[in-house]
């Protein structure tokens, strides 16, 4: 079974504070992702890797950065946080390839103060 | 720009009742749809995935089927438990874009 695993299920930060959201696979996935879901407006792209240290924006990289060094975890970095990015923040992973299936974590609820 | 649309957004039935979720995304030019399942605070399982070459997808109860020149797929849920309240969603993938999620159908099933 593809093991999709995320550092914390829940995060409560503060404004302005540097904020990394880690996701690890076990399954040797080339592709791995960083949705956000909010009520309303369902699962949307911050980014995604498609091998080691190289990243593609989504539909809503702005204020976001990742990083990609090791080809089993794929971060996310909120450089400064913001109370708009309380959020939940889905991580996915799937093998070469654009439109292969992917495989979800559990998920972080993140809550900025 | 592909739009995924599902309606309706909540179902409430009884428990043994069969069932139909309806997907519709606006470009037939897909690659292939996903069906994922979320419970409430927490992440998506997949349950089934329908290549654009396919008419249909089964697994145990479920049944997903998919007509891309109109732009539907519609997930069957056989004799509904408790269990299988959830919300669930539909994904497409087309074009340049990985995957674009409608916005989930809530379903209750009722004891």
């Known amino acids: 079974d593809v093991k999709v695993t995320q550092s914390s299920r829940y995060l409560v930060k503060r404004t302005g504070e540097k904020v990394f959201l880690e996701c690890v696979q076990d399954?040797?996935?080339?592709?791995m992702f960083w949705y956000r879901q909010d009520p309303g407006l369902g699962l949307r792209l911050i980014y995604f890797?498609?091998?080691?240290?190289?990243?593609e924006k989504g539909d809503i990289p702005e204020g976001y950065s990742v990083s990609r060094e090791k080809k089993e975890r794929f971060s996310l970095i909120l450089e400064s946080a913001s109370t708009n990015q309380t959020s939940m923040y889905l991580c996915?992973?799937?093998?070469?390839?654009?439109?292969?299936?992917?495989?979800f974590g559990p998920g972080t609820r993140l809550t900025v103060l | 720009k592909q739009e995924v649309t599902q309606i309706p957004a909540a179902l409430s039935v009884p428990e043994g009742e069969n069932l139909v979720l309806n997907c519709s995304f606006t470009?037939?030019?897909?690659?292939?749809l996903q069906w994922f399942r979320q419970d409430p605070g927490k992440g998506l399982t997949s349950l089934l995935l329908?290549?654009?070459?396919?008419r249909e997808q089964t697994s145990g109860r479920l049944n997903a089927s998919l007509d891309k020149s109109s732009g539907r797929s519609t997930l069957y849920i056989a004799a509904s438990q408790p269990g299988d309240s959830a919300t669930y969603l539909c994904?497409?993938?087309?074009?340049?874009?990985?995957?674009?999620f409608g916005k989930g159908t809530r379903l209750s099933v009722i004891a």
């Open positions: 890797s498609y091998d080691v240290k190289m990243k």
């Open positions: 399954m040797d996935h080339e592709n």
């Open positions: 996915a992973s799937s093998l070469q390839g654009l439109h292969n299936e992917q495989f």
């Open positions: 994904a497409v993938s087309s074009g340049n874009t990985p995957l674009v």
């Open positions: 470009d037939s030019a897909i690659y292939n």
């Open positions: 329908i290549q654009s070459s396919q």
